[in-house]
């Protein structure tokens, strides 16, 4: 199956940047549409960001301005550049691949922890 994998959480400062990666594994095309999901302790997963295999990107209203998106179709990989990090970012990002050609082709990463906070 396919296999998502985060990198790049961390601790992080009010106004901070952090950068976070997302590598997807085996596969050998590329996921119709990455992103990320963010959950924080008590609230539903919701969507920050996403990019489609052209490139086309959407963001959560709350990030836009400080977050973007992007994506290495060749590597499976997406980022997510976080700046002027708030601690309401605070939560567990979630990487997430699409394949919409494969039944339940929806895959989700183990999630990495960001902490924004003095």
């Known amino acids: 199956q396919v296999q998502l994998v985060e990198s790049g959480g961390g601790l992080v400062q009010p106004g901070g940047s952090l950068r976070l990666s997302c590598a997807a594994s085996r596969i050998s095309s590329s996921l119709d549409v990455m992103g990320w999901y963010r959950q924080a302790p008590g609230k539903q997963r919701e969507l920050v960001a996403s990019?489609?295999?052209?490139?086309?990107?959407n963001y959560a209203d709350s990030v836009k301005g400080r977050f973007t998106i992007s994506r290495d179709n060749a590597k499976n990989t997406v980022f997510l550049q976080m700046d002027s990090l708030k601690p309401e970012d605070t939560a567990v990002y979630y990487c997430?691949?699409?394949?919409?050609?494969?039944?339940?082709?929806?895959?989700w990463g183990q999630g990495t922890q960001v902490t924004v906070s003095s």
């Open positions: 990019i489609t295999s052209s490139g086309t990107a």
């Open positions: 997430n691949g699409v394949m919409r050609s494969v039944w339940s082709g929806n895959y």
